[in-house]
Each structure stands twice: as structure tokens, then as C-alpha cells.
């Protein structure tokens, strides 16, 4: 099931749909002030913040092309795009299929950074056009530098940025594991989030007069840093839950149940599960037949007091299609399973034996992240 979607959606791309999240309003807000400061004292206020808007719009499109980038090329390689986002810092887009080579990742990845490159050579070959000085010869500079900065930025060799997907296709070529190409390259995307962007934020572009050393250039240095450290741990994280894979099988976790009617009082059903050692309960009709799987969330939360009033079918999911889960399940085909129907309790069966058990989402997050 496709997450939800927030913010504006802005229209399709190749069939693609392009959302613009809430937050790229704050990213924007933040562009116009600190580009229409200093231009205030030359142009006055009207001007300067007109220039302002116009350079934080055209760089919104500039990650807009960046991003068509990528999709294009993985479109290429036949690989499913889901949506493109522009966000607070950045643009992303999800490609629900991984490049299945080191090459598929590598042309994927530099795409959107070579669009960025040759955006950065439209502005500069467009720059003697404009009278020197004036508001659009001003906007075109900062389209240019910018986009060159976003494609050199891009390419710093760490995971989230493109850079760091570039240097996990050249590892995995090398060491032909593909876990252990990930897991470098969101390292080296720490390093890069601690110790890469505030130099160059905060010290190098200052020191060559590309940028202030103000408070609101801190300010962006640690937003920058802060998204990467995140996106780097957050994929560490996907590359350890990968190596887990092949313990999240439904004969492992899945818990023994009892089968219950759906008239049955929870305090009787609890007190059989009790005495049969089950941690489970499935509602069946009168001839056996499965209905439903009572929710462990709601169990917990009804008093000891009421559980006698209460019939464990008012507790209970019907069985859905996507809630009866083959027992023989494992691995990315039991998660892609659970994501096509989300749920905190499924039922697996055993196709030969008949047996039931239930399956708790909270127990494969757990074996994920253990």
C-alpha cells in the first residue's frame, strides 16, 4: 500500500507524480531572506525581495530538474518511480525496485548531479546577456553557482547524497557485496555530516567570500549536516535490518494461537490461551471457519473488570485477504506481504497441516532491529 502523500501535488512527470512537502515553504522562506538582504540597500525592499522569491522559485525548479534526473535514467533501466518530492533540503525520488548492479546504481545516481552541472553552465553562459548589476543578471549569477554547489555538494562521497550511492556502486563493484557497500558508504556519510559540511560551510565558502559567516549560515550548515547524519544513520539502520532478513520467517515468530468463536468473553478466551500456552487468538463461525484476529492492543487495554461484558469478536480484524499469511513465508517476501496490507496482527496457515498461528508486526520489528 503507497504511503499517504502531503503537501501540494504539483502534476506527473513521465507518468510520475511531483509533490512539493509543506516544508520546502520554510527552505523557501528561509532563501528569500537571506538573498534578499543584502540587495535590500541597493534595489530597495520591493525589488530585493521580488529577486528574493523569483531565485528561491527557480532553485525549487532547478531540484525539480535534478530530481527528473535520476528518474529518467532509473525509468531507463526499467525500474518502478513511485513519486518525486521536493523537500525542506532536498528532493527525493522513490524508486520502489533497487538497481539490481553496481552499474544501475552508479548511472542512476550521478544523473541527477550532471543535470545540476549542466543547469550551472546554462546560467554561466547566460550571465554576459544581462547588464552587470542589475536584478536578473544577479538572479542568473546565484542559479548558477547554486546549481553548481548543489552538484558538488551531491557528489560528496556519503550516504544520502548521490555522492554517497556513487561510492557504494564503486564498492560493491569491488567487493562484490552489496550489504557492505551500503554499510561504508553511510559511515562515510557520518563523516561527511560532522566533518565535511561545516568546513565547507562555515569556513571555506566564507573564507572565499561565496557566503557570510552569520548566524544564518551556521544555522544552515547544522540543518545540512543534521539531514545527512540522519540519512546515513537511517540507511546503516536498512543494511543492518538486511542482514536480519533471513531469521524474519513466519515459522519462527509467528506465535501459537487459540481459536475462539466471536460470542466467546475475552476472560474465558484469556483464560484458555493461558492454560494452552497460546499468544494468540483467531475468531473462527461455528464450523471452524476463520473470521477474524483479535488485536493483542486492544486485550491489554481492557479492564480485567469489563473483559467478562466483553465478546472477543468486538476485538477483532476480519481476515482480510492480505491477513492470512502462508506459513512457509520469509525474508523480503513476508515483508512485502505485511506492506501490501498493514497490519499489527496477521494469521498464518500451514497450507498442508491446517494449522494456525499468528503473527505479530511488533515481533518482526523486533527480530529487524535486534
Not at 531507463?76 to 524508486?95: D, M, N, Y
Not at 496457515?349 to 535486534?370: N, P
Request: proline residues 7%; contains cysteine.
Amino acid at each position: 500500500m503507497p504511503p499517504q502523500r502531503t503537501g501540494v501535488k504539483l502534476g506527473a512527470v513521465l507518468g510520475v507524480p511531483v509533490y512539493l512537502a509543506p516544508s520546502w515553504f520554510l527552505f523557501a522562506a528561509f532563501i528569500v531572506l537571506i538573498s534578499a538582504g543584502p540587495l535590500v540597500g541597493q534595489v530597495g525592499g520591493a525589488r530585493a525581495y521580488a529577486a528574493g522569491i523569483s531565485f528561491a522559485v527557480l532553485l525549487g525548479l532547478s531540484v525539480l530538474l535534478h530530481e527528473i534526473g535520476h528518474c529518467v535514467v532509473a525509468r531507463a533501466f526499467g525500474l518502478p518511480v513511485r513519486s518525486i518530492t521536493i523537500t525542506l533540503l532536498a528532493g527525493f525520488t522513490e524508486i520502489t525496485k533497487p538497481p539490481q548492479t553496481p552499474a544501475r546504481e552508479y548511472s542512476v545516481a550521478v544523473a541527477g548531479p550532471m543535470v545540476s552541472l549542466l543547469l550551472a553552465g546554462v546560467g554561466v553562459a547566460l550571465v554576459p546577456a544581462f547588464e552587470p548589476h542589475t536584478l536578473p543578471r544577479v538572479i542568473v549569477e546565484g542559479i548558477a553557482l547554486t546549481n553548481g554547489l548543489v552538484a558538488a555538494f551531491n557528489l560528496l562521497p556519503g550516504l544520502p547524497l548521490d555522492g554517497g550511492r556513487v561510492l557504494r556502486s564503486i564498492v560493491w563493484r569491488l567487493s562484490g557485496d552489496e550489504l557492505r557497500a551500503t554499510r561504508a558508504s553511510a559511515w562515510a556519510g557520518r563523516i561527511v555530516a560532522v566533518v565535511v559540511v561545516p568546513l565547507l560551510l562555515v569556513v571555506v565558502l566564507p573564507a572565499t567570500g561565496y557566503s557570510s559567516n552569520g548566524p544564518g549560515n551556521i544555522i544552515f550548515a547544522a540543518l545540512v549536516a543534521g539531514f545527512i547524519y540522519t540519512g546515513a544513520t537511517a540507511s546503516l539502520r536498512r543494511a543492518q535490518a538486511e542482514t536480519r532478513l533471513p531469521r524474519v520467517t513466519v515459522a519462527a515468530l509467528a506465535r501459537p494461537s487459540l481459536q475462539v468463536t466471536a460470542d466467546t468473553p475475552l476472560s474465558e478466551a484469556v483464560r484458555r490461551a493461558q492454560e494452552a500456552n497460546a499468544y494468540g487468538l483467531i475468531v473462527v463461525d461455528s464450523s471452524g471457519r476463520l473470521e477474524g484476529v483479535v488485536s493483542e492492543a486492544a486485550v491489554i487495554a481492557t479492564p480485567e473488570q469489563r473483559r467478562p461484558w466483553v465478546p472477543v469478536g468486538t476485538l477483532a480484524r476480519r481476515l482480510e485477504p492480505g491477513l492470512l499469511l502462508d506459513a512457509r513465508l520469509s525474508g523480503e517476501e513476508l515483508l512485502t506481504a505485511m506492506q501490501a496490507t498493514p497490519a499489527s496482527e496477521y494469521v498464518a496457515q500451514d497450507a498442508a497441516t491446517g494449522e494456525t498461528r499468528v503473527l505479530v508486526a511488533d515481533d518482526v520489528a523486533r527480530a529487524l532491529s535486534a
